[in-house]
């Protein structure tokens, strides 16, 4: 059984994975003290009758005293105990374990790991008299510091040539981990595995001289990473039975592109630019299983919902089907702040259902829980496409989304426009106070002045200042001059002329930012303006603001041309007082939140990013104008009543709008108790 992980980090599924190899080899070989010896090919050993491990000449074990009642001392049973422990876990390493990381200090940490679990079981040896310990194995190709996800070979058939060299290389590995004469081991390190690497590079002639230069730099011996990954190369294995791994979670976009840029030259089919580097390790790991091998991950549970996790579903779906998938929820990693999901894929050529089995563990409190209740009570995960993968918590979820999936049209299919907010890359002098708003204003020379300061000068709200039906404004404002703005009106004059002669005051205080405000990304043609964006108008028109992070949905209707800032988003065009009544509905929040969210956020947070939100299916107007009249009429009261009181007690309409959404759906009596009571406990 080969088992690999591919970001080994500090070796603890490794290490976990050797203790339930050892329990399972307990399992089928235990017989009191008397266990087999690991290094032996223990599988022609047996049990006879006088209950004397012997072979099937009738030999003896070779380290078993004979046996009569409790003959053995506690310390010669001590030492047989200690030594086959050792042993075992020791055969285990060699034949079992393989791990892979790029960070060097990681390496260090998995192999440290993996000696101590040895020590915990040290004995001495009989050849020294007792005098000396049994040496500890060699694992410099059993935990590697190389790149995993940059293969060597881009052609199966390009092993071929090299086979034969291959198999020396397994034999020098095989040596070099049991050794321990220092002479020797020196001899395959300095002179033996060199020269085995020669003949490799004479051999490798279809890659060209760089390629063979690459290869060439990398030593098992050294600490300095490979910026390549062979598993032949580097642990004599094809392929593995199991891979198994909690890979780094890191958005690939980030850093001007970075790890895009250097991963797309080797042609992944799951790789998008807003994806994460754990789809990379996905379709990697998929690819180094053998035929029936299991992968299971732990992750971000993104790749199961969000958009840019399609391509790997799709991948998934064609290579290795999903098995299983436990949600787990927030609060998994310390350092991480990500909702996780344990994802168990097999790889297989044979025809599939595409339907998982999955629990959902991330809705209920943490603690003891009984694991294996909640496997045997799973559910079904459709599989079927790369839409949304979704864990069902009973099948009359599945009734909900399907219903709502045959009567509603996906909200990218109405006439609407949905955008996020503005980023304006120095918020300390592009967002000011309405004191400062009023200091610009006052320093004006005259009114002609003061006029042209207040039309690029708009009122501002965050996300935070975004609630239900209302909003709370701050008496923040934003400096809007975007790019192209200065060019635009300044015809022949310069453009910091332009600004110093039209607009003195706002520059005056706009010059205290110059420094700052040239350095950052975010900016139009001059350091005044803010960052290129073609909506700057939709800002101005009647629009659906909602805050893109909430624990419930919270969509306000406003009419008083209120820019927002990146952590909200709006949507103007046709019905979206409708569009505001669905999505503010129980109805609109059940079905979002389980089927379009791309997964929660922290323990009770919700992501309402445009790319999910353009998914949920909306009944269309025609479906029933009288009841989309009367919602529109709602939200009218609703909006007006929080205008007048920001805590108005508008409970009575809310669930009169939540009534006719449910009808529009055609939720029965079942389902509609289904989503109040997922509901009442989501906001609680």
Not at 437 to 443: A, F, R
Request: glycine share 6%.
């Amino acid at each position: 059984l080969k088992i690999f992980d591919p970001a080994v980090g500090s070796g603890h599924f490794l290490v976990s994975a050797m203790n339930v190899l050892l329990k399972m080899w307990y399992d089928f070989f235990i017989d009191g003290f008397y266990k087999l010896h690991a290094d032996e090919a223990f599988d022609r050993y047996f049990i006879d009758d006088n209950g004397m491990f012997v072979n099937e000449k009738g030999q003896p074990y070779p380290y078993q005293r004979e046996r009569s009642g409790d003959s053995f001392t506690v310390s010669e049973k001590q030492q047989f105990v200690q030594k086959t422990l050792f042993e075992a876990k020791k055969y285990i390493i060699e034949h079992n374990l393989h791990g892979v990381d790029i960070n060097p200090n990681a390496v260090q940490i998995a192999k440290l790991r993996l000696w101590i679990e040895l020590l915990k079981n040290a004995y001495y040896t009989e050849e020294s008299g007792f005098t000396r310990m049994q040496t500890l194995p060699n694992l410099e190709f059993k935990i590697i510091c190389a790149d995993t996800l940059i293969p060597l070979f881009r052609e199966e058939k390009q092993r071929t040539f090299i086979e034969p060299l291959l198999d020396l290389l397994k034999e020098l590995m095989q040596e070099y981990y049991h050794t321990d004469d220092k002479k020797r081991k020196e001899e395959i390190r300095s002179s033996e595995y060199p020269k085995l690497m020669s003949l490799l590079e004479e051999s490798l002639s279809w890659f060209s001289g760089e390629e063979r230069k690459k290869i060439m730099s990398w030593s098992p011996f050294s600490d300095k990473p490979a910026d390549w990954f062979e598993p032949e190369f580097m642990f004599g294995i094809d392929k593995f039975d199991v891979v198994i791994t909690n890979p780094p979670y890191i958005q690939l976009k980030k850093n001007k592109g970075e790890l895009r840029k250097k991963y797309q030259p080797y042609h992944y089919e799951v790789l998008t630019g807003t994806g994460d580097i754990y789809l990379l390790f996905f379709e990697r790991g998929i690819k180094l299983l053998k035929e029936d091998g299991v992968l299971c991950y732990i992750t971000s549970d993104k790749w199961l919902r969000s958009n840019y996790g399609t391509k790997l579903r799709s991948f998934v779906i064609k290579n290795a089907p999903l098995q299983w998938v436990i949600d787990l929820g927030p609060d998994v990693f310390d350092s991480a702040t990500v909702d996780t999901a344990i994802a168990l894929l097999q790889k297989t050529t044979q025809q599939q259902t595409n339907n998982a089995k999955g629990v959902n563990l991330k809705e209920i409190k943490k603690g003891n829980i009984d694991l294996d209740a909640f496997l045997k009570d799973a559910k079904t995960v459709a599989c079927t496409s790369s839409d949304p993968w979704t864990i069902m918590a009973d099948n009359i979820e599945a009734n909900i989304k399907q219903k709502a999936e045959k009567i509603g049209k996906s909200l990218k299919e109405w006439n609407v426009k949905t955008n996020i907010g503005i980023n304006a890359g120095l918020n300390e002098a592009f967002i000011i106070t309405t004191e400062k708003y009023n200091k610009i204003l006052g320093n004006c020379r005259d009114n002609e002045e003061r006029s042209r300061t207040k039309e690029i000068i708009k009122p501002l709200l965050r996300g935070r200042d975004i609630y239900r039906y209302a909003c709370q404004w701050e008496g923040l404002w934003l400096i809007t001059m975007p790019a192209g703005w200065t060019n635009k009106n300044r015809e022949n004059a310069l453009a910091e002329d332009y600004m110093r002669s039209n607009f003195p005051s706002l520059m005056n205080y706009l010059f205290l930012y110059k420094e700052k405000a040239e350095k950052r990304y975010d900016k139009g043609d001059y350091w005044w303006e803010l960052r290129p964006c073609d909506y700057y108008d939709e800002f101005e028109k009647e629009k659906v603001i909602w805050s893109e992070i909430t624990s419930k949905p919270k969509f306000y209707y406003d009419i008083d041309a209120f820019y927002i800032d990146a952590t909200a988003l709006f949507m103007t065009g046709e019905h979206i007082k409708y569009l505001i009544g669905v999505f503010n509905s129980k109805a609109g929040e059940f079905v979002f939140k389980r089927f379009y969210a791309g997964g929660g956020l922290g323990k009770s947070g919700y992501r309402y990013k445009k790319v999910y939100l353009l998914q949920v299916p909306v009944p269309p107007v025609s479906t029933d104008p009288i009841a989309v009249q009367q919602i529109e009429e709602l939200v009218d009261k609703i909006t007006e009543q929080k205008k007048q009181n920001l805590n108005a007690d508008t409970s009575s309409l809310e669930k009169e709008i939540d009534q006719l959404v449910y009808k529009l759906y055609g939720f029965s009596s079942e389902e509609i108790a289904y989503v109040e009571t997922y509901c009442k406990a989501q906001n609680v």
